[in-house]
């Protein structure tokens, strides 16, 4: 199995982020809600697309040694399980405030519930017909 975290498996622009956002289809459970959103609208299908990843993993979570540890077990465990989530779909775990699950149960635990809400989401009826929101045109940077 593949154990890279390369830029193409990473949501990076916050374009990238307002879309998934505005698709607004999630599921909650535990201390994650996942969001998740078809990575390409209605052009066919996008199976052999693999799936993305975004992290938000806001200040109320804990302190910077906290966040951090969050992020390495979300990493680790979308590494682990992305072959197994549904393809073609961009991914936002949103962490809620509560300790890093520790240890090898913890590990396992995370990915179950990363596998188990995106099956869920994507399962959902009128998921996949669902119009995707066009992306916002980026406004001029200022330098």
Known sequence: ADRRFPKGARLLRPSEFERVYGFRRSAAEGPLVLYACPRHGGDGPAGDVPARLGLSVSRRVGNAVVRNAWKRRLREAFRTVKERMPAGQDYIVVV????????????????????????RIVSRSGYQSAVVPPPRSAKPRRR
């Open 96 to 119: 809620r405030p509560v300790s890093v699950p520790e240890g090898g149960e913890g590990e396992a635990r995370v990915e179950g519930l990363l596998m188990s809400l995106a099956r």
